[in-house]
């Protein structure tokens, strides 16, 4: 199986901060890579596919890059409804694993 | 308005059955590719199993922790997705998520576009 490492696993910023969390696969998955958010007691919503197209809907602070084994998510100015969890999930095979997830917290 | 909400969860003691059921609606139900995420409270998401649109080879795949144990399956006439968990552990013990796949961007597994609130599962004696 493929695995998705995360880090950092906890993010402590102030609003209007610059933030980017990183994932990296255990093998390369080209640029099959979804960034999803999850806030507490709610389901997961896709941000970014195919590792930088954002998903309709998605405010323009969000980017995502990267290709192959390293990608990152970056909020560019970090707003006061963007404090959740944050998970990258590979989709190059039928094992849609998913990073461990990186919580952004009020600094 | 693409809704998805699970049923079927609740407290079983170990070594129980369950079937959980996805009701999908304001969407095309059988062109869809299916799956089942679940979450650990105050964990990450772990992918459980995927079934495919109309069935045909390789159309059903399962994590190694739940495969023998779960059985996903579809009725596209009633929009609805199960999943039968047997010989449930206490590790089994998830909110329980229905998930659709983005349908036709080219590739032959995709991302998760919509996903239901989820069902808790709780596995104790």
């Known amino acids: 199986d493929i695995q998705m490492t995360q880090s950092p696993s906890t993010l402590s910023a102030s609003v209007g901060d610059r933030v980017t969390i990183t994932c990296r696969a255990s093998?390369?998955?080209?640029?099959?890579l979804a960034w999803y958010q999850q806030k507490p007691g709610k389901a997961p919503k896709v941000l970014i596919y195919k590792a930088s197209i954002l998903e309709n809907g998605v405010p323009s602070r969000f980017s995502g890059s990267g290709s192959g084994t390293d990608f990152t998510l970056t909020i560019s100015s970090l707003q006061p409804d963007d404090f959740a969890t944050y998970y990258c999930q590979q989709y190059i095979n039928y094992s849609r694993t998913f990073g461990q997830g990186t919580k952004v917290e009020i600094k | 308005e693409v809704q998805l909400v699970e049923s079927g969860g609740g407290l079983i003691q170990p070594g129980g059955s369950l079937r959980l059921s996805c009701a999908a609606s304001?969407?095309?139900?059988?062109?869809?590719?299916m799956n089942w995420v679940r979450q650990v409270p105050g964990k990450g998401l772990e992918w459980l199993s995927y079934i495919r649109h109309r069935g045909g080879p390789g159309s059903i795949h399962y994590a190694d922790s739940v495969k023998g144990r779960f059985t996903i399956s579809r009725d596209d006439g009633a929009n609805s997705m199960f999943l039968q968990m047997n010989n449930l552990r206490a590790e089994d013990t998830a909110v329980y998520f229905c998930?659709?796949?983005?349908?036709?961007?080219?590739?032959?597994?995709?991302?998760?576009?919509?996903w239901g609130q989820g069902t808790l599962v709780t596995v104790s004696s």
């Open positions: 093998q390369t998955i080209s640029d099959w």
């Open positions: 998930v659709r796949e983005k349908y036709g961007s080219g590739n032959y597994w995709e991302y998760f576009d919509s």
């Open positions: 304001g969407f095309t139900f059988s062109s869809y590719n």
